[in-house]
């Protein structure tokens, strides 16, 4: 409705009408620019298989399910903790980044998208919950985590959508299940490190 609106025929927009657009939806400070938006052709996706670029640091027990054909590409950060996703959108020529981590070493879950990130300790979430971030109505992240708490690994659930019309909200016509009961390997903790909470640091020794 808004291209038909604006009298924009052509595929894609330009990036003054990009602009407005982010402007008219209220994301304009919220979304990268320019350069700084992600791509499949950039780092850190550059060189993925099945649009998975896996840089963990311990083995998986099974493999990374195919991202292939679909407009989005992952990564697995070194510690194993970060789940970070470029989802393409050439109806609109942007993308977003998208990043899901879970700590357990400073006992943090941190979601973002693009510059839009929320943050809360793990003593605050219900294991097992399911959650979403939305970016104001138009990029969704839902996850649910458990915690495998004796055999060091989580269980993630990751879904994305776009949803470009606001007569699609709640359901997004792109959706895209990143993971599905997917087991991912815990970062390994230094246990002799201080912890710091707002106020107090803590020392955890074992």
């Given at each position: ?7 924009i ?59 292939y054909?679909q ?11 970060t ?70 690994y ?53």
């Amino acid at each position: 409705m808004w291209r038909v609106g604006k009298k924009i025929s052509a595929a894609g927009l330009s990036n003054s009408n990009l602009v407005l657009l982010m402007q008219d939806l209220g994301l304009a400070q919220f979304v990268y620019k320019d350069n700084q938006r992600c791509s499949s052709s950039r780092s850190p996706f550059i060189g993925a298989t099945d649009n998975w670029i896996n840089e963990c640091n311990k083995t998986l027990l099974h493999p990374l399910p195919s991202l292939y054909s679909q407009p989005v590409t992952c990564r697995i950060s070194s510690s194993c903790a970060t789940v970070q996703c470029c989802v393409d959108v050439p109806e609109i020529s942007s993308s977003f980044n998208t990043k899901l981590e879970i700590d357990p070493c400073t006992f943090q879950m941190v979601v973002s998208i693009d510059q839009l990130r929320f943050s809360k300790f793990l003593f605050e979430y219900d294991w097992g919950q399911e959650e979403e971030v939305w970016l104001f109505g138009v990029v969704r992240m839902t996850f649910r985590v458990f915690d495998m708490y004796t055999d060091g690994y989580f269980i993630m659930n990751l879904k994305l959508e776009v949803c470009l019309e606001a007569m699609e909200v709640p359901n997004c016509n792109k959706s895209f299940i990143v993971l599905d009961n997917y087991y991912l390997p815990k970062k390994e903790c230094r246990w002799d490190a201080p912890f710091s909470l707002p106020g107090k640091t803590i020392y955890v020794s074992l």
